[in-house]
């Protein structure tokens, strides 16, 4: 029998991604959570859960670098990392909620996932441009997001492919 060199996880992702990658990475997801957290007001009502986020951040990671090397590509395109965070953040759920808060708060972390895709869509940025009207349709279509994300099967590719399909949206419009 051979006997193989096994990689312990940090050498894996050391090999895959530097240490610049991995910190701004992380910082940039742990900065949209915590964005998220204040603007939704959820002090008290839930809490995030570091070491559920750490697991979720190394998931990510490691999905990453598994299509890196599968594709033979230096880097992933930003759609594709927040396709695979929002994914992450639907398993792992490092929004927890705090005993007797309001049922509201039950699909938090599909919420979450939501706010990254639209973000990562440039849906959330004030200096987005809508069609004059379609503001009614535009709100069905992101309830329809939601409802995906809560029960729907939310794999990163088919949120990729949602991505994919708002950018192509805005170009065909030119409303990007």
Not at 54 to 72: G, M, T
Not at 88 to 106: A, H, M, S, T, V
Request: glycine share 4%.
């Amino acid at each position: 029998m051979d006997t193989k060199e096994f990689k312990s996880l940090k050498e894996e992702l050391n090999s895959a991604f530097s240490d610049e990658y991995i910190f701004n990475v992380g910082l940039l997801i742990h900065s949209l959570a915590e964005k998220f957290y204040e603007e939704k007001q959820l002090e008290g009502k839930v809490y995030f859960d570091e070491t559920i986020f750490e697991n979720c951040f190394i998931d990510i990671l490691v999905d990453i670098a598994r299509l890196k090397y599968f594709h033979d590509i230096s880097l992933v395109n930003y759609i594709k990392l927040m396709a695979y965070t929002a994914s992450w953040c639907l398993k792992r759920k490092p929004f927890q909620l705090i005993e007797g808060c309001n049922k509201d708060y039950i699909y938090i972390n599909e919420q979450f996932a939501l706010s990254l895709l639209l973000q990562a869509a440039g849906c959330m940025d004030e200096c987005t441009k809508y069609a004059k009207g379609n503001e009614e349709i535009i709100i069905k279509n992101i309830s329809q997001i939601f409802y995906h994300l809560k029960y729907r099967n939310t794999n990163p590719q088919t949120l990729e492919l949602l991505l994919v399909g708002i950018e192509n949206g805005k170009s065909m419009y030119d409303i990007a």
